[in-house]
């Protein structure tokens, strides 16, 4: 993996970075604290981002590339769409990842160390933890959408298999 610093006067990867729709309703200086604990984090091909079971305070923002999620060793899911978050559950309830990550194509991730809620004080640490729990929010309920309709298709391929007259 090669790590490269945020670089508040690049503009091109700041422009990138406005561009993900979490960061979107930020001001620059709420995106200027944000950021002072954010890399980017090149990852080649089946390379490791996230080790299932171990712990971390890292969440992840696919910027390019290709991701597999998997569960003791079997693909889940794939993750290819630009600005996809993971890695935020374990940030959630301070579990041990539930999957491993890994690149399937050479991959640009943006890392974001939440740790750094500890050293914001005042204001800013209210305005950044709200921020944070407003966008956890949104995924989870996102993901329980998709979620409940995958198991409505679920549901539906099975009541039309019981149905089937198999002679």
Same mark, same amino acid.
């Given at each position: 993996?090669?790590?490269?610093?945020?670089?508040?006067?690049? +503009?091109?990867?700041? %422009?990138?970075?406005?561009?993900?729709? $979490?960061?979107?309703?930020? !001001?620059?200086?709420?995106? #200027? =604290?944000?950021?002072?604990?954010?890399?980017?984090?090149?990852?080649?091909?089946?390379?490791?981002?996230?080790?299932?079971?171990?712990?971390?305070?890292?969440?992840?923002?696919?910027?390019?590339?290709?991701?597999?999620?998997?569960?003791?060793?079997?693909?889940?899911?794939?993750?290819?769409?630009?600005? +996809?978050?993971?890695? %935020?559950?374990?940030?959630?309830?301070? $579990?041990?990842?539930?999957? !491993?990550?890994?690149?399937? #194509? =050479?991959?640009?991730?943006?890392?974001?160390?939440?740790?750094?809620?500890?050293?914001?004080?005042?204001?800013?640490?209210?305005?950044?933890?709200?921020?944070?729990?407003?966008?956890?929010?949104?995924?989870?309920?996102?993901?329980?959408?998709?979620?409940?309709?995958?198991?409505?298709?679920?549901?539906?391929?099975?009541?039309?298999?019981?149905?089937?007259?198999?002679?």
């Amino acid at each position: 993996m090669k790590q490269i610093p945020f670089d508040p006067n690049d +503009t091109k990867l700041v %422009e990138a970075i406005k561009s993900i729709p $979490a960061f979107t309703p930020l !001001s620059d200086e709420r995106l #200027r =604290d944000v950021m002072t604990m954010a890399t980017i984090r090149d990852y080649e091909q089946r390379e490791n981002i996230i080790t299932q079971g171990e712990l971390e305070q890292c969440m992840f923002f696919l910027m390019s590339g290709k991701l597999s999620v998997r569960v003791n060793d079997v693909e889940v899911n794939v993750l290819n769409k630009a600005n +996809t978050v993971f890695g %935020e559950m374990g940030i959630i309830d301070t $579990a041990p990842r539930s999957a !491993s990550v890994v690149a399937k #194509r =050479d991959s640009r991730c943006l890392a974001l160390d939440v740790s750094f809620f500890d050293l914001l004080e005042g204001r800013s640490k209210l305005a950044v933890q709200a921020f944070f729990y407003k966008m956890f929010y949104q995924i989870l309920v996102e993901r329980l959408r998709e979620t409940n309709e995958h198991m409505a298709d679920l549901d539906m391929q099975k009541t039309v298999l019981e149905n089937m007259d198999i002679d």
